[in-house]
T-cell receptor, first 111, second 113 residues
């Protein structure tokens, strides 16, 4: 009965590759988010979707492309991976402006 | 733009004692929420407590309580009867009109047996 799930939990890949991270929530929430946590543990919003529509895009390089096929899913595709993309990526969901619930995170390592 | 500041990079507390983690924020909005999240070594982000800005009463959740001073833009977290399982990184976060959470830099709490 996991609320917010992400796959994979760990991702190790070479520079220049393309990879995707998937997120699913079973809480019935209408808003989903991607956050990035860097090596110093700083968390920053990347994107937010409400009812499948993009509502926040925080000046993220266009190598990052989120996609929301439905309200329960928000995927993150990253093209041409760079060393600086190494981080933990968190998916989260909320009902409107209420509390955000986070997934377990995906640790991406770019070699 | 809103900002969140946690001025204590690390804190330490003895088991069963009380510790207070500090957080200040800056905003011109009148309607907002404040949160404390806990991140243990498992890296899961766990909600500890939440406060609505319009509520004067401080939020409490079992051993966790906040001291919300709206005029001073201060939102500290008090952990009573500290337990070994409380050891984690604690993040203060602001949620306003844009729906995104703005996080502080975190406070790493160690609990000494």
């Amino acid at each position: 009965d996991t609320a917010v799930s992400q796959t994979p939990k760990y991702l190790v890949t070479q520079m220049g590759n393309d990879k995707s991270i998937k997120c699913e929530q079973n809480l019935g929430h209408d808003t989903m988010y991607w956050y990035k946590q860097d090596s110093k543990k700083f968390l920053k919003i990347m994107f937010s979707y409400n009812n499948k529509e993009l509502i926040i895009n925080e000046t993220v390089p266009n190598r990052f492309s989120p996609k929301s096929p439905d309200k329960a899913h928000l995927n993150l595709h990253i093209n041409s991976l760079e060393l600086g993309d190494s981080a933990v990526y968190f998916c989260a969901s909320s009902s409107g402006k209420n509390t955000q619930y986070f997934g377990p995170g995906t640790r991406l390592t770019v070699l | 733009a809103q900002t969140v500041t946690q001025s204590q990079p690390e804190m330490s507390v003895q088991e069963a004692e009380t510790v207070t983690l500090s957080c200040t924020y800056d905003t011109s909005e009148s309607d907002y929420y404040l949160f404390w999240y806990k991140q243990p070594p498992s890296r899961q982000m766990i909600l500890v407590i939440r406060q609505e800005a319009y509520k004067q009463q401080n939020a409490t959740e079992n051993r966790f309580s906040v001291n919300f001073q709206k005029a001073a833009k201060s939102f500290s977290l008090k952990i009573s009867d500290s337990q070994l399982g409380d050891a984690a990184m604690y993040f203060c976060a602001y949620g306003g009109a844009t729906n995104k959470l703005i996080f502080g830099t975190g406070t790493l709490l160690a609990v000494q047996p």
